[in-house]
């Protein structure tokens, strides 16, 4: 079987990192789009599915400077052979190339909003007041977090918006406009915990590639 | 908001995103495929915690 790391258009060389289990980095190309694989030679049990996922994401990493656009693919899916993997990408080309089109020039950027620990002092004592207090600030939280998002969608060409966790394909040339943006809303709002990773290949923004 | 300050947490939060991407995210191929792992969402919860506890952490 072979592993599937992600479709790359006008792939230079293949990146000097190796694939899972150790194994060298292949290619196959129809016109002018790679998938990019290696062979299997163990499977992902629960104990290496940690660093197994990290060398995938390393590959995706490296490949990401050396095309002129990637999708990548997701983890955890196997192909039986070359030939097999050779038809998958014809068959997937036009859908392909509309995935590259949409993220060229741009990276995925991610940021989760958490709440911080309620301090116990502040807790009312009735019950009815907790859920009162409870309700409004979770009310409070959501405007907030709204309020980024859409900061945050001004900058972005797409969003992926799954309640307090999004991602955001951004211009590659506008992370300093991201990062300004999420300091400016982090500096206003010390009650709420902000995670802010990236810049990542565009994963949530190629599922429609299949 | 509190910027995250100890390395060892930073690297572990972009490690969880990173996880999360290429676990649930990315092209799905289909058709002559085989899930090659089976209890994803079980590791998936374990990661969830870390994100749970981030305040208690940060106050350490």
Known sequence: ?????????????LPPVDGLDGAPLERVRV???DAVFSRRTAETSRDSLRSDAVAHGEVVEALTSRAAVIAPVRFGELVSDESALAQSLRDRLPALRRAFDRVRGCVEVAVRVHDRAEPVADRPTSGAA???SRAAAESE??????????QLKAVARDARIDRASA?????????????RTVDGFAASHPD???VCTGPWAPFSFVEDAA | VSIVESPSLREQLTLLDLVDRVLNKGVVLSGDLTLAVADVDLVYVGLRVLLASIPTL???
């Open chain 1, 31 to 33: 016109d002018d789009v």
């Open chain 1, 1 to 13: 079987m072979i592993h599937v790391y992600a479709f790359a258009e006008q792939l230079e060389d």
């Open chain 1, 130 to 132: 907790y859920m009162r």
């Open chain 1, 192 to 194: 709420l915990t902000l």
């Open chain 1, 167 to 179: 991602a955001f394909l951004v211009p590659a040339s506008r992370l300093d406009d991201v990062r």
């Open chain 2, 58 to 60: 940060e106050r350490e």
């Open chain 1, 141 to 150: 939280r959501r405007e907030s977090v709204d309020e980024l998002h859409r």
